[in-house]
């Protein structure tokens, strides 16, 4: 045996075998575990904002509730009021800033394409620029229709008027100013600043009202055995924690603050 001709040569069928180093797999298999935790952040990250947002909205939805269920202050059945159109709002805002984001990313992207750029082959074709700009705007104006849960939406609203961006979207300046003098009457006749203290008639309709609340918290607990310290938050029925228990067992708000219908939304 020598160095030239060693005792084990190569096989003839492993000759044009290529072998990878094992760091290089090793490292591949690195990059395939950061990229599926990666993902698995940015899934709770997505779960998370969709459980605030459904949080919120059931939150007010527990507050305009209390219209009509319990006597209220004047200036707190304006809050409740106020509460109403805010859904609505809110689902509109979200649609305007969707169009109008795609609309630029499309704009990038039909860049890149142009351009070559490999980037840019990794999304659709771009939609139609005229078609992006009408979705955007049709969005704005249904948006600008809407009523304006308090003053700085009134501003928002002033604002695209005074820029000229609503008229461009298609509604007259004559129009834009009835809606803003609409949102703006109401916001004055419905103010949630502190008037006068309540009666001693609607403070004991009130405390009957929050003590039905907590029994009723209560027999639930009991029916699904959940823990005394689950429910100790909801008991002090701030509208947050009202909310998060309602959205975390599919309690019914109607049953939870009226006591009518089914204790859970898909209970028949």
């Known amino acids: 045996m020598t160095i030239e001709r060693p005792m084990f040569p190569p096989r003839a069928d492993e000759s044009n075998v290529v072998k990878f180093p094992c760091r290089v797999a090793a490292q591949r298999g690195m990059v395939s575990i950061h990229r599926r935790h990666r993902v698995e952040r940015e899934a709770r990250v997505r779960r998370g904002m969709v459980s ?3 949080r919120h909205r059931v939150e007010r939805e527990a507050r305009v509730r209390e219209i009509g269920a319990v006597e209220l202050t004047e200036t707190a059945k304006n809050s409740r009021l106020r509460d109403a159109r805010k859904n609505a ?15 630029e990313f499309d704009s990038v992207v039909e860049r890149m394409q142009d351009m070559g750029l490999p980037e840019g082959n990794l999304h659709p074709v771009p939609m139609d620029r005229g078609e992006a700009v009408r ?14 849960p308090n003053g700085g939406d009134v ?17 007259t300046r004559e129009r834009a100013r009835n809606v803003i003098d609409r949102d703006t009457a109401f916001l ?8 006068k203290p309540m009666s001693a008639e609607a403070k004991e309709q009130r405390r009957n009202f929050k003590e039905a609340m907590r029994r009723r918290i209560k027999e639930f607990a009991a029916s699904r055995d959940i823990p ?41």
């Open 52 to 54: 605030i947002h459904r």
């Open 89 to 103: 709002w809110h689902e509109a805002q979200t649609r305007v800033e969707y169009f109008h984001r795609r609309m």
């Open 155 to 171: 501003a928002w609203k002033k604002t695209r008027l005074a820029i000229g961006e609503i008229e461009r979207a298609g509604m």
């Open 188 to 195: 004055a006749a419905h103010p949630t600043k502190k008037s």
């Open 228 to 268: 005394d310290d689950e429910i100790r938050p909801v008991l002090s029925l701030r509208h947050r924690h009202i909310a998060e228990f309602a959205t975390t067992y599919n309690v019914s708000l109607q049953w939870l603050l009226e006591g009518a219908g089914p204790m859970q939304e898909h209970d028949q």
């Open 135 to 148: 979705l955007w705007r049709a969005a704005l104006v249904a948006q600008f229709l809407l009523p304006a």
